[in-house]
Each structure stands twice: as C-alpha cells, then as structure tokens.
Nanobody
C-alpha cells in the first residue's frame, strides 16, 4: 500500500527554519511528482511547491519563493521542504502528495494529486 508520511512540523518563532520530510512506503518515488501543500485554519488547501520525479522541474508559490526549497532523494524515497525565514502566515498543516501525472510545469491542483500524507503542523508564532 502506497503511503506518504510527513514529519518535521513544529512550533517555531518568526524568522526561524524547519525542514519537513515526506517518506514514501509501498512504492518507489522514481515515477512520481511530489507536491507540497498547506492548509491554514479556515482556508482552502493550497499548493506550496512541486518537484518533478527527476527534480528537473521545480515550482514554488509566490508566497514562499526565496524562502522555501524543495528537494528529493529518490534513493531514500524521501522528499523535503526546507523552510526558512518563516512568517506567521506560514502557519498551517503541511501535506505532501504524489502523482505520476504531475510534472510541475504548473502548480498542481489539490484534486490532481493521487496520494496524500496526513500532514504535519507548522506553527510560526512568537
């Protein structure tokens, strides 16, 4: 059974950093694009970043450009989201999601992803 498990969420002060990890089990990530999404309280889930299966195509939401870096290590079946210069508005549950159909030329839609993790909470607060 294909599963994604996020980790790394925490409480951090504004300006701080966190690295989120997304580990796949059941399938290799070799053929899957990975999207990172977040959902703040009372808001719809939104795309944060996308990385193609070979890491050749990467996309970020405007709100996180220059602050977040997505990467992956297919041999470790893991994707990462390095988050720097965190702001209170980054507070959300962060999800990773996978799809063989996603090439990350555009930010994928939530309903375009096929497998989701259960999320990890990032709270940015002083």
């Amino acid at each position: 059974q294909f599963q994604l498990v996020e980790s790394g969420g925490d409480l951090v002060q504004p300006g701080g950093s966190l690295r989120l990890s997304c580990v796949a089990s059941g399938f290799s990530l070799d053929y899957y694009g990975i999207g990172w999404f977040r959902q703040a309280p009372g808001k719809e889930r939104e795309g944060v970043s996308c990385i193609s299966s070979s890491s050749g195509t990467i996309m970020y939401a405007d709100s996180v450009k220059g602050r977040f870096t997505v990467s992956r290590d297919n041999s470790k079946r893991t994707a990462y989201l390095q988050m720097n210069s965190l702001k209170p508005e980054d507070t959300a549950v962060y999800y990773c999601a996978a799809s063989q159909r996603v090439s990350c030329w555009e930010m994928p839609a939530v309903d375009g992803m096929d497998q989701w993790g259960n999320g990890t909470l990032v709270t940015v607060s002083s």
